[in-house]
């Protein structure tokens, strides 16, 4: 692809050529798009498995493309556990991968939470020395501080959003829920991204619910209970066992 992969595009360019907080949040609702597209257009859902900045290309017109299929699997009811191994990319890997190699399309949604989070953020999933990323985020969460988390050179640039960029990342944290039964769906994130507002899924649904809240002006403090309290029994560094 004529501007290679996106992590290249987010943590090894120069500022002059640093994607801007708007470009990266296309890509992502690109890379969403195309997610959505390997698990719900087709009549056997696929899974990518190795959902990362790296294997997102970018074409001259810095439209996204999800390369590197190595590890896509076809996944139905009679496989829901690959009985070989566990694959993917430390960082990026479901709670319910490491413990017991499940796999399903919500392990996908994780890695895409994860890569929401490091594009929004600059920062990669596991850096040495650092806390891991969603637990840094959980914790700027619980501060109030979320925005802080953004990546840096967006306020240097002047070009940040704050109400757009905390709703990212708040995205990328359900999509990285260590409860697959709490994630949205990929389709789900992709009517997110483009605001619709009647989505064909149960108004039980609990994803579904907090994604809708999300979108309410007047809700600006996120649910902090909803998206912690209730489901974070231990940290995710602790849960994936780095």
């Known amino acids: 692809m004529e501007n290679g992969s996106l ?3 987010v943590f090894e360019c120069e500022d002059s050529k640093m994607l801007s907080c708007e ?3 296309r890509i992502l609702k690109q890379v969403a798009s195309g997610v959505s597209y390997l698990h719900h257009g087709w009549e056997s859902k696929v899974l990518h498995r190795d ?3 790296s294997n997102v290309l970018l074409d001259e017109q810095m439209n996204a493309r999800l390369g590197d299929f190595g590890l896509a699997w076809i996944h139905n009811r009679d496989n829901a556990n690959d009985p070989t191994r566990v694959v993917g990319t430390v960082g990026y890997l479901a709670p319910e991968v490491v413990k017991n190699g499940k796999v399903s399309t919500q392990t996908d949604v994780f890695s895409y939470g994860v890569l929401i989070l490091e594009v929004i953020c600059g920062r990669r999933p596991i850096e040495e020395g650092k806390p891991f990323l969603v637990d840094w985020l959980l914790e700027l969460l ?3 501080e979320l925005v802080s988390g953004v990546d840096p ?3 240097a640039n002047g070009e940040i959003d704050e109400e ?6 708040r995205l990328g944290l359900l999509c990285a829920h260590p409860d697959a039964s709490v994630r949205p769906t990929m389709r789900q994130v992709v009517k997110f991204f483009e605001e619709k507002t009647e989505i064909d899924e149960p108004e039980d649904d609990e994803s579904m619910h907090i994604l809708k ?3 309410e002006r007047d809700f600006v403090r996120f649910s902090f209970d909803l998206l912690v309290s209730f489901f974070w029994s231990g940290k995710v560094k602790d849960i ?3």
Do not use: Y
């Open 213 to 215: 809240k999300m979108k």
């Open 153 to 155: 050179r967006f306020r």
């Open 240 to 242: 994936l066992g780095f």
């Open 51 to 53: 959902i990362k900045a």
């Open 164 to 169: 757009r960029v905390e709703q990212m990342i």
């Open 7 to 9: 992590d290249k595009r």
């Open 142 to 144: 619980r501060r109030g």
């Open 23 to 25: 470009e990266r949040i």
